[in-house]
């Protein structure tokens, strides 16, 4: 197949793009800044979502849609999430084209159809939503409300990069109300745990839970809990924010209802979203200089089976024994592909389903139909053994596990390693220019610190780990006191 990506050490950034691109996940859009999801990529996706809705019902959250476009004075209703989000609109104007008289087959916009008031492409949706809720909610007894919806969302980004970071994304937001601020942190912080265990569980990648700084929540919020992880250029990537609004959306938006003992209240709220940036995650968190790897949990195809023949007679039998294992693992719910290309040879085929990081690969050729074996490789490893036809479908399923849970502790473990704890200004710089990955160091609570270290550093806080404990020291900046560590990177 010939070399296909950028290694990692040679070009971290082209390998990443490299590997979205040869792997068939998505390719750039004739609009600028967005993407086309193609349908292996989109198919992880998928997977990704069916987990985390089911996710979502479980804790008794229901689906539901609200519109694309925001009338302004209602985005506007709201004022620290406009200002937040202010640079990053993209607004409708008007509403029709026409000819243009002087450029024959051009079109122009109709200046004498300009809407009566410009509409906001949702780059969240808390003013739609909210403005909505005061419609839904009148006593207690409409609470709490749990909405979840899966949408699209525009963030008018000047740089962009495949999944990480376009111009339109998907993603899923849940917003909820609540009739006491007690009842909402709880929504929050539980939203925040279902984004963990999807993190660790489905996706194999280890994740910080913590709390955002003052300069880094989330436009509204009263707090903004977040999971962070490690990437393997030493990066942190926030995957996934969980927002605990107080009463800031209800009071712009006027959202009371009637309490038990007949008082209007104004309700408490949350709001928590992941998007399409799960896929650059995944593929950073784990992938090598050979392709994707993938945590069987979200692979679209759990195992390949690739023929090895010279001639229709023995692909003919090498495909009935191909049948009878494919029947068997998809009855235990897994996703088989028989690679019965004439066109291509079986090392073409091993580095294409290699590039796309199917877990586990069987190849079966003469001698394995006379032996009653197949060869089995796996792709987290790429360790191969031979198996007997006769265990092989009740084999895989515990190989897979085996691959889920190793993939896991690799990425562990390189969290581990890439974790320091600092005392000066000096080591964070040091670590941070030639370590990289995440430093813990005492801060002073301060914004104006927090700032300076962002402008001379280039990392910021990422989290204050929830399970930080008080430790009294001093900030690595100010010297000023400090309650405990906090945790520091320079992210994407």
């Known amino acids: 197949m010939g070399k296909q990506i950028t290694s990692r050490g040679e070009d971290y950034s082209q390998w990443y793009i490299d590997l979205v691109k040869k792997a068939d996940l998505a390719e750039n859009s004739d609009v600028r800044g967005c993407m086309v999801i193609k349908p292996y990529g989109y198919s992880i996706w998928e997977k990704m ?10 804790t008794g959250h229901e689906n539901a849609y609200f519109p694309l476009f925001v009338p302004k004075s209602m985005f506007e209703a709201e004022e620290k999430n406009a200002e937040g989000f202010a640079k990053e609109c993209a607004i409708v104007t008007h509403y029709r084209l026409k000819n243009d008289p002087n450029n024959k087959g051009k079109l122009m916009v109709d200046p004498t159809a300009k809407l009566e008031e410009e509409l906001v492409v ?11 809720y005061k419609k839904w909610i009148q006593s207690y007894r409409d609470l709490p409300l749990l909405i979840n919806q899966w949408a699209n969302v525009v963030r008018w980004e000047m740089r962009t990069r495949l999944f990480l970071r376009t111009a339109e994304f998907l993603w899923q937001e849940g917003h909820t109300a ?4 007690f009842e909402a942190i709880k929504e929050t912080e539980k939203m925040l745990d279902v984004y963990a265990e999807f993190a660790e569980t489905f ?4 994740v910080i839970k913590g709390k955002k700084s003052e300069g880094e929540r989330f436009p509204g919020a009263i707090d903004t809990y977040c999971i962070e992880s490690m990437m393997q250029d030493g990066k942190a990537l926030q995957a996934g924010t969980s927002h605990f609004l107080g009463q800031n959306f209800a009071k712009a938006f006027d959202v009371q209802f009637t309490n038990k003992e007949g008082k209007m209240e104004m309700v ?8 399409t940036r799960l896929m650059g995650a995944l593929i950073m968190a784990h992938s090598d200089d050979d392709g994707l790897v993938l945590p069987p949990k979200l692979a679209p195809i759990h195992v390949v089976i690739v023929p090895i023949f010279k001639n229709e007679v023995e692909l003919m039998k090498i495909s009935e024994q191909a049948d009878i294992i494919s029947k068997e693992l998809r009855s235990k719910g897994y996703a088989v592909k028989f690679d019965n290309r004439e066109t291509h040879k079986p090392g073409f085929k091993f580095a294409e389903w290699e590039l796309k990081g199917v877990p586990v690969r069987i190849a079966i050729g003469p001698r394995d139909l006379d032996n009653k074996t197949v060869e089995v490789a796996r792709r987290d490893t790429k360790e191969k053994q031979v198996m007997m036809m006769e265990t092989i479908a009740s084999e895989i399923p515990g190989l897979l596990d085996r691959i889920q849970e190793n993939i896991y502790q690799k990425a562990l473990a390189f969290r581990s390693e890439k974790t320091t704890r600092v005392e000066t200004y000096a080591e964070l710089k040091k670590v941070l220019d ?14 104006e610190t927090e700032a300076a270290i962002k402008e001379e550093t280039k ?26 560590r906090v945790l520091f990177a320079r992210a994407y």
């Open 49 to 58: 979502q069916q987990a985390l809705d089911k996710m979502f019902k479980d």
């Open 122 to 132: 949702r780059p969240t949706s808390e003013a739609i939503i909210w403005s909505t």
């Open 178 to 181: 609540h009739a006491t601020a």
């Open 203 to 206: 996706m194999a990648m280890p």
């Open 268 to 275: 408490w709220g949350t709001s928590w979203g992941v998007s």
């Open 434 to 447: 030639e370590k990289g990955g995440f430093v813990e160091a005492h801060w002073d609570g301060t914004a």
């Open 459 to 484: 990392a910021t806080i990422r989290c204050i780990p929830l399970d930080a404990v008080e430790e009294t020291g001093s900030c690595i900046y100010s010297g000023k006191p400090s309650a405990r």
